[in-house]
């Protein structure tokens, strides 16, 4: 990635796009725009296959957020359990009953990102 390269975040009910650097974590955008809509039954982040967006923080933060009690164990990164790979993490995400969902574009098709305004 460039040193130009963005995230971009849209604020619905504004109508408007709000880009901030790549060097901020996607944990703490999601964490943001959380904060920002603290009222919402639940959110959904369309991501790309880019790793960020299945990061180990990312993880270990959801089930935090959504009060998951399951004891599981989370594994270890790259080596077992949910952590081994990026497609065990995608899994997790997709399985689980979550406040906050993450449908991941195919592969190579981070141009299908779009917003639909209900």
Known sequence: ??????VVKIEVKLGILV?????????????HL??????A????FVADQ?????SEGLVRFVPGFCEDTQDQDLGIKD???????MQTREDYFCKGNWRIVFPYTP????????CVRP
């Open 1 to 6: 990635m460039s040193k130009r390269d963005i």
């Open 19 to 31: 880009g901030r650097p790549i060097c901020v974590d996607f944990v703490e955008l999601i964490k």
């Open 34 to 39: 959380i904060d920002r809509n603290p009222d």
């Open 41 to 44: 039954s639940d959110y959904h």
């Open 50 to 54: 880019l790793n960020t967006h299945k």
């Open 79 to 85: 080596k077992s359990g949910i952590l081994k790979s």
């Open 107 to 114: 592969k190579h098709a981070s141009w299908m990102i779009v």
